[in-house]
């Protein structure tokens, strides 16, 4: 590449070639060679192309740990940088992020806001296997280190986060921490919880967070929406409230193991099996995707899976949903595929092939919106 004529090139005229890409075609170009790379990277043409919109991707978080290193085994050949696995719905085609520019043994990709990438990630000179919660962009790869947590909230805690301030939660069932850019202490501030059971898909929307809770009996479940602002957290008071209305009816008992996904704007989506009958162990017909309007509080019907879909997830005894907005993406165990349900322009349920994930197939992720301009 030294004796490449393009090399002869000042490097304010590459960056004007360059600039004249769309984004997504610039993320090729940064793989083609280590100029490129080094080109496509550096701070003045990230600010040249500052005003260019993010792409939207559907990231994949990494198998558990246990189960990772288990493939590793048994695949030798599995190479051992880590990445982030991304699907782009608009040219359907993986991609992938090179996490290799961060200080940390096997990190783990938990949730994304504004472009950034939360994950937890361990120390490479620890000996004990204690995880930090690292925010960082792969496509400037820079990245920062949050205030140090104790182990038990990497492997319990629910990381949500918010473009607002860089606020993230970490939420249990018995306590929350809460950090953000404006807190002057630089540390996390902890809340008792003091929810009726564990938080079930917690999701933060503008200023409250929400989630499931089962608070009915060991051999029939009755689910429930609470929720809690954050400007509001204080310890001498439950923070939690029940969210329901009389006009919702037996909302909650028609889906069978619901889960929350952030719907668009001021909206959350609940998608679960819906219920042929009311009886304790009745079976489901397909998956049904409920929208919650946050202002009006009035839900209508966004979707249900077609059956000849449905059929497919049927067998298996377990179904993970992730996505948000108008993009929802639906996985189980050995299907080696995904489910979208695609709401940008009128709504498209479609597969997605060429899942690039080992073990056991199930699949969990989050929404990415990629851009050079987000700082950790």
Known sequence: MDDSPINRLPQDTLHQIFSSLSLRQIMICRSVCKFFNQMLTSPSFVDLISTQPPLRFLALRPPHHHHHLHHQRQNSHVSSVPYLHVFDPDQNQWLRFSLSFLPFR????????????????????SIESNRSLVVCNPLTR??????????????????????????????????ALYFSNTNKTNSWLTFSANLPSKPRSPILISDSVFALC??????????KLFT?????????????????????????????RPRLVRGKGNKLLMIGGLKSNFSLNTSCSTI???????????????????VDMYRSFQESSKLKVFGGGDRVCFSAKRMRKLALWDDCDGVV????EGVPVGGDGLCRGFVFEAGRTALP
């Open 106 to 125: 096997s990190p783990h990709p938990v949730a994304s806001a504004s472009g950034l990438i939360y994950l937890w990630g361990e120390s490479p000179t």
């Open 142 to 175: 820079q990245f920062q280190v949050l205030p140090q947590l104790g182990s038990a909230w990497s492997r319990h805690g629910s990381v949500l986060v918010d473009s607002v301030n860089h606020r993230v939660m970490v939420l249990t069932e018995l306590a």
């Open 214 to 223: 089962d608070v009915g009996s060991p051999w029939r479940s009755q689910w």
């Open 228 to 256: 809690c602002i954050l400007s509001k957290l204080n310890n001498n008071y439950n923070n939690w409230v029940c969210l329901e209305r009389q006009e919702w009816g037996d909302i909650f008992d028609i889906i069978k």
């Open 288 to 306: 049904l995707i409920l929208r919650l309007d946050l202002e009006r509080l009035e839900w209508e019907e966004a979707g249900r899976m077609p």
């Open 349 to 352: 349920w479609r597969w997605i």
